[in-house]
């Protein structure tokens, strides 16, 4: 670390996409190389700002926050600011407010530029995400390089494998390549961005996908750079910080303290799930019918849609907790054993840093494969579905989650969850790819 500790440290802009399964990634990698003495203005809006995870002290000088104002949009709801706040056919309409980030984020980068904000140098560089197919010329106009953070695993890009997606994920996918209110499609939103920027990021390590970076490089025909896993090790230091939990949050915990080790189920899956009344009808019978444990964390608007008498105690065993919960707290529980999740690449790291085995529903984007490969790891299984409309039953959940939390082929499943455990909690390996993309930063601003 010694070589990017010095007087010469880069200042690094990072803008993720609204979405806590985007801010997530892109804050651990700002505190990562903010440990190696490098400046980093996060830029979000006010209110997700406001809901990011505390940074220690030893770094506030190192990373400032730079709130940028959303506008209104006619259709999304009064203080929506990322997919947590919405539901997910209001997505576009969040599309549609973050390109009027436009002008403000220019305002901010011609302060930044100029020295007149006050904090920290010109910028080296732009870490941008997906969605900021308007900002790389903003960067030009300034001479700020830009890179792109890849949030899904890279293996998407280099898998060449024979298994297709069923149908009704294809047809998902397809949905993605159409225009939507903002005009542009997600997937033509990440291609404009991708050839726009000098480097891509993947979230990603040789002992975990293999050494994919040198394919990707020719496959972008520009630098692909590792940054490793990005594993929440700092946070898993203080996951026994009682005196942080709110009321709510000690109930869950006195709930987890009277079950048995290793046996209770975590559920959830993430901040913008597509969930139907279908789905939680079938998940909610599946787990009270698998007679197994469990704390399901449901969002509050999806708690809606949950059968009468299902919030709270679920028949003794159970615990179905609507609004948010502090996973990782939750995730080093010892009662914990198994977490059913969609598959989201950083509800996975958090899983496997923890060690525990999964059930596996996707429901959207990148989960599906992530999923497959989980499978093929032999961490989990996926709840079987129909293929053609993704549909599932409750004894296709009770089946799978007994299977995976009560059976004996459990066992294998637990044991493969610890060693990749080990692979995420190699911090000098992890630590390693830090460093070498903090090099190859500072080589993209020299130029």
């Known amino acids: 670390m010694a070589e990017t500790r010095e007087s010469s440290s880069l200042h690094i802009v990072v803008f993720p996409w609204l979405a806590f399964g985007h801010i997530t990634p892109f804050l651990e990698l700002s505190v990562q190389l903010a440990k190696r003495g490098h400046a980093i203005s996060f830029v979000s809006t006010p209110r997700n700002i406001a809901r990011l995870r505390p940074i220690g002290p030893e770094l506030a000088g ?19 600011e990322s997919t947590a706040d919405i539901p997910p056919e209001k997505a ?25 904000d006050g904090s920290h140098k010109k910028p080296d560089c732009v870490i941008v995400d997906y969605a900021h197919h308007w900002l790389p010329p903003i960067a030009d106009q300034h001479k700020v390089p830009c890179a792109l953070f890849f949030t899904f695993p890279a293996s998407m890009i280099t898998s060449f494998s ?22 542009i499609s997600g997937t033509g939103r990440h291609r404009e961005t991708a050839q726009q920027c000098q480097v891509a990021i993947f979230r990603t ?7 994919l970076c040198p394919v990707l490089t020719e496959i972008f025909r520009k630098p692909a750079l590792p940054s490793g896993m990005l594993a929440p090790l700092d946070a898993t230091l203080q996951v026994e910080d009682a005196d942080k939990d709110d ?12 079950q048995p080790e290793g046996s209770a189920l975590y559920v959830a899956f993430g901040s913008e799930a597509p969930l139907t009344r279908q789905h939680i009808r079938e998940v909610t019978l599946g787990l009270e019918l698998a007679g197994v444990p469990f704390l399901w964390a449901l969002r509050k608007m999806s708690a809606e849609l949950l059968p009468d008498g299902f919030e709270g105690p679920v028949s003794g065993r159970g615990l179905v907790h609507a609004g948010w919960v502090r996973q990782l707290r939750v995730l080093a529980h010892r009662a914990v054993g198994g977490f059913m999740t969609h598959a989201g690449l950083n509800s996975l790291v958090e899983c496997l840093t923890f060690g525990h085995r999964m059930v596996l529903l996707p429901l959207f984007g990148d989960q599906g494969h992530n999923a497959r490969t989980m ?11 129909n293929e053609d409309d993704g549909s599932f039953d409750k004894e296709d959940v009770a089946t799978t989650v007994r299977r995976v939390m009560v059976d004996e082929e459990g066992e294998l499943f637990a044991r493969n969850a610890k060693e990749l455990q080990q692979v995420l909690r190699d911090s000098t390996r992890q630590e390693r790819y830090i460093d070498e993309l903090a090099v190859n930063m500072k080589q993209l601003g020299q130029h």
């Not at 190192?62 to 929506?80: D, F, H, N």
């Not at 069923?166 to 949905?175: C, G, Q």
């Not at 499978?375 to 579905?385: D, F, H, N, S």
Request: net charge negative; proline share 8%.
């Open 92 to 116: 576009e309409l969040l599309e549609v407010a973050f390109d009027g980030l436009a002008p403000h984020f220019s305002s901010f980068l011609d302060d930044a530029c100029s020295g007149e």
């Open 247 to 258: 009321e709510e949050s000690a109930a869950l915990m006195r709930w987890l303290d009277c």
């Open 62 to 80: 190192r990373i400032r926050t730079v709130s940028l104002p959303l506008r209104s949009v006619e259709g999304l709801p009064e203080g929506a």
């Open 205 to 211: 390590c040789d002992a975990f996908e293999g050494p």
């Open 375 to 385: 499978e093929e790891r032999r961490v989990g299984l996926q709840v079987p579905r």
């Open 162 to 183: 024979s298994t297709k997606s069923p149908p009704y994920e294809a047809a998902m996918l397809a949905k993605s390549s159409e225009p939507n209110a903002s005009g």
